[in-house]
């Protein structure tokens, strides 16, 4: 019996690792040959998340320099996980048609704002439209630009704990605009990583707004723990659960969806999510079971430079513009945004 299941494994293109109590119970030829430090009561690698109650997840995971995409599914204690190295190719096709599709309604929209204004005896700009305006296309090029790799990554030794009541702190008020409330919590007064603040800002706005996005008035919840020797971001939502298809995008970004449709953005929110993880050798899980999909980031916590000085989190200025109001552009009412912070 134990050979045969051994033989179901290893016909799976995929690496197929079982799992039970945290420990592995059996796992295929392909998942050993990608993972050797897998073995039969072992426990999993720190650096794969997994859920913590029945239902299931899909993430991406870095593990010596490698990342893998994987999707698992949690029922009576156990869990069977699935996995491959993730795709090398930084945009689907799916999502390069969003961004084209972005970026003519923005042009668009710009065209709208400030053309009235260059013909004779044309209305005064809408300053805070075409501010959003510009906001959304400043935030789509730099997304673009992130998974293009042409972005530079600039870890330092940073208070990852701190970043969170900053960020918290700045988008809270915001997103109280749209009827949607976020709320911190942790019991880590400080939490130390090797990471890069600007990037770990962009995520944590991106895994917000997504949320924010989903929660439909509701609440969102950030919080961290530190776990061994990770630290464990969350962001949950008080949004109804996901429909079936919307799992089945989780499991296979770009495939069988639709592209955006207008107003629903360009589609990158998990892949620059994912992107930003995997510079820092952390995991990303999409959790979902009987409440709605959790997002849930885990990173390591060393090693830690001791030549490198801890730098709060400040608020840095991108192409003139404020980086929060840029990451939640699409969420937030054009009355909002000026042109009074360009520089």
Not at 20 to 41: F, K, M, N
Request: net charge negative; hydrophobic share 40%.
């Amino acid at each position: 019996m134990l050979d045969l299941i051994q033989s179901l494994l290893d016909a799976f293109p995929e690496g197929v690792v079982q799992i039970r109590g945290g420990l592995v119970q059996a796992c295929s030829e392909r998942a050993r040959q990608y993972l050797p430090q897998l073995a039969v009561g072992a426990p999993v690698p720190a650096a794969l998340t997994l859920p913590e109650e029945d239902g299931g997840g899909t993430g991406e995971f870095s593990q010596d320099g490698t990342a893998y995409a994987f999707s698992c599914s949690a029922a009576g204690g156990e869990l069977i996980l699935l996995f491959r190295p993730a795709s090398e190719c930084a945009l689907t096709g799916r999502q390069l048609e969003g961004v084209a599709c972005q970026l003519r309604a923005l042009l668009g929209d710009i065209l709208a704002e400030v053309g009235p204004a260059t013909a004779e005896g044309g209305r005064p700009v809408p300053a805070a439209a075409f501010g959003k305006t510009f906001h959304r296309l400043f935030r789509l090029l730099n997304n673009l630009e992130l998974l293009q790799g042409t972005v530079s990554f600039r870890p330092e030794v940073m208070d990852l704990a701190g970043l969170c009541r900053y960020v918290e702190r700045l988008a809270a008020p915001l997103l109280r605009e749209v009827g949607v409330t976020l709320e911190y919590r942790s019991r880590e007064s400080g939490l130390l990583i090797p990471g890069d603040p600007a990037l770990l800002q962009k995520l944590l706005l991106e895994l917000i707004a997504n949320a924010a996005r989903a929660a439909e008035g509701g609440g969102v919840v950030l919080s961290l723990r530190r776990q061994g020797e990770r630290a464990v971001l969350t962001v949950s939502h008080s949004g109804p659960p996901a429909n079936g298809r919307r799992l089945d995008s989780l499991l296979q970004p770009g495939v069988g969806d639709e592209p955006p449709l207008p107003g629903q953005g360009a589609g990158l929110g998990l892949s620059v999510a994912r992107r930003a993880v995997s510079l820092h050798g952390g995991s990303l899980l999409m959790e979902w079971g009987q409440s709605a999909p959790a997002a849930v980031v885990s990173l390591p916590t060393g090693p830690l430079n001791g030549q490198t000085s801890v730098r709060a989190p400040d608020l840095q200025r991108d192409g003139g513009l404020d980086p929060v109001l840029m990451e939640l552009s699409d969420l937030l009412p054009a009355r909002l945004f000026g042109l009074e912070g360009l520089d």
